[in-house]
T-cell receptor, first 114, second 111 residues
Framework: DAGVTQSPTHLIKTRGQHVTLRCSPI?????VSWYQQVLGQGPQFIFQ???????GRGNFPDRFSARQFPNYSSELNVNALLLGDSALYLC?????????????FGPGTRLTVT | GESVGLHLPTLSVQEGDNSIINCAYS??????FIWYKQESGKGPQFIID?????DKRQGQRVTVLLNKTVKHLSLQIAATQPGDSAVYFC??????????FGTGTRLKVLA
């Protein structure tokens, strides 16, 4: 069985540019969460989507947006990139939304902003 | 690959010894906890979880202990192996949509 997949693996962008990251959850999972992991820290919650609706948002600026498609895959968009957006972006899937359910993470997309 | 947690607290243990990794969580309303293992260049991997109505849960070579009084969680790894070398995170949830992760501990297994 395929796990959570993310693309691209690595990405280099310039300040001010826009980026789109993609995630495909485990087959049958309807919930996708996005996390940002800065080097040396634990992952920080950005968004959760369930059944194509946003269920929660972390403390990130409006430059960050996401959406979930009918096949439950998801995109994370970041506009007007800043140097501080350089991080590993992780996608996690689960079969239900909310707490008390195991989340399974993808390998992440390493974004470098120069 | 990329290194995770360059400035994290480090626990060094001899191969074959038991490891204990600790985590202090922040929210007294948190009622579900997960331990994750993250190897360099990879996403976090689920190890074991525990709900707040339990104080101990065992898996294969791993045990999680929960002390709600002092908001403390620990992960015990028996007979630590070189493949256990990684960064370990605890994550807490209070029944909402988001998990809050701790800062992580790097485990180094010495041959």
């Amino acid at each position: 069985d395929a796990g959570v997949t993310q693309s691209p693996t690595h990405l280099i962008k310039t300040r001010g540019q826009h980026v789109t990251l993609r995630c495909s959850p485990i087959s049958g999972h309807k919930s996708v969460s996005w996390y940002q992991q800065v080097l040396g820290q634990g992952p920080q919650f950005i968004f959760q989507y369930y059944e194509k609706e946003e269920r929660g948002r972390g403390n990130f600026p409006d430059r960050f947006s996401a959406r979930q498609f009918p096949n439950y895959s998801s995109e994370l968009n970041v506009n007007a990139l800043l140097l501080g957006d350089s991080a590993l972006y992780l996608c996690a899937s689960s079969d239900l939304a909310g707490g008390h359910y195991e989340q399974y993470f993808g390998p992440g997309t390493r974004l470098t902003v120069t | 690959g990329e290194s995770v947690g360059l400035h994290l607290p480090t626990l060094s243990v001899q191969e074959g010894d038991n490891s204990i990794i600790n985590c202090a969580y922040s929210n007294s309303a948190s009622d579900y906890f997960i331990w994750y293992k993250q190897e360099s260049g990879k996403g976090p991997q689920f190890i074991i979880d525990i709900r707040s109505n339990m104080d101990k849960r065992q898996g294969q070579r791993v045990t999680v202990l929960l002390n709600k009084t002092v908001k403390h969680l620990s992960l015990q790894i028996a007979a630590t192996q070189p493949g256990d070398s990684a960064v370990y995170f605890c994550a807490e949830n209070s029944g909402t949509y988001k998990y809050i992760f701790g800062t992580g501990t790097r485990l180094k297994v010495l041959a």
